[in-house]
């Protein structure tokens, strides 16, 4: 089971938005609709802001959002604020009760 | 408003064994699946494992298999990671998680995690 592929990095101004891409292959991204993201501040527990691809938890502001695209999920914030300023994670099911993480991303508000 | 709780920081020798807890509270326990997930220092998110409480059946990451058991104590409402040979790679933050599921007409089908644990920093050092 390989780590799904993040950008390292992604930046943007404060109002701006950014997209964050996870690509795996077809037997994880591309083969169910189960891929959640996380957003993680050093020293506390991952949040979740996506699940099932698009949807999003109550209290989780609407600026998030999710989409995928055969092998490639995408994570978009959009009127970016610098409390976005953190490390986001994608994760997929990746078939027989297994699960996969994303490499990682950190967004950065210029 | 179900909430993880994990037990205590750990200092373990190479070779050792660690085992973590997580209690749940506000919920019903058996309902879900828990896994657990690790974070090497300047390292991501890495998933370990889960357990399936009510049949008490778990599966792992190819890389922890044979390494790693993970239980749930349905009368406790808490679910364990064992690891053993601690190596010095081992040191990590690990995080228990409720997975969330979806149901359609036919079946349900394991997918999020969430909530989370706060962490528990295993260190193994000689």
């Known amino acids: 089971q390989s780590a799904l592929t993040q950008p390292r990095s992604v930046s943007g101004s404060p109002g701006q938005s950014v997209t964050i891409s996870c690509t795996g292959t077809s037997s994880d991204v591309g083969g169910y609709d189960s891929v959640s993201w996380y957003q993680h501040h050093p020293g506390q527990a991952p949040k979740l802001m996506i699940f099932?691809?698009?949807k999003r938890p109550s209290g989780v502001p609407d600026r998030f959002s999710g989409s995928k695209s055969g092998n490639t999920a995408s994570l978009t914030i959009s009127g970016l604020q610098a409390e976005d300023e953190t490390d986001y994670y994608c994760c997929s099911y990746a078939g027989t009760y297994t699960w996969v993480f994303g490499t990682g991303t950190k967004v950065a508000v210029l | 408003q179900v909430q993880l709780v994990q037990s205590g920081a750990e200092v373990k020798k190479p070779g050792s064994s660690v085992k973590v807890s997580c209690k749940a509270s506000?919920?019903?326990?058996?309902?879900?699946?828990f896994t657990w997930v690790r974070q090497a220092p300047g390292q991501g998110l890495e998933w370990m494992g889960r357990v399936i409480p009510i049949f008490g059946k778990a599966s792992y990451a190819q890389k922890f298999q044979g390494r790693v058991t993970i239980t749930a104590d349905e009368s406790t409402s808490t679910a364990y990671m064992e690891l053993n040979s601690l190596r010095s790679e081992d040191t990590a933050v690990y995080y228990c998680a409720r997975v969330g599921f979806y149901c359609t007409s036919t079946s349900c089908y394991d997918s999020w995690f969430d909530p989370w644990g706060q962490g528990t920093l295993v260190t193994v050092s000689s």
């Open positions: 099932d691809v698009s």
């Open positions: 506000g919920g019903t326990f058996s309902d879900h699946t």
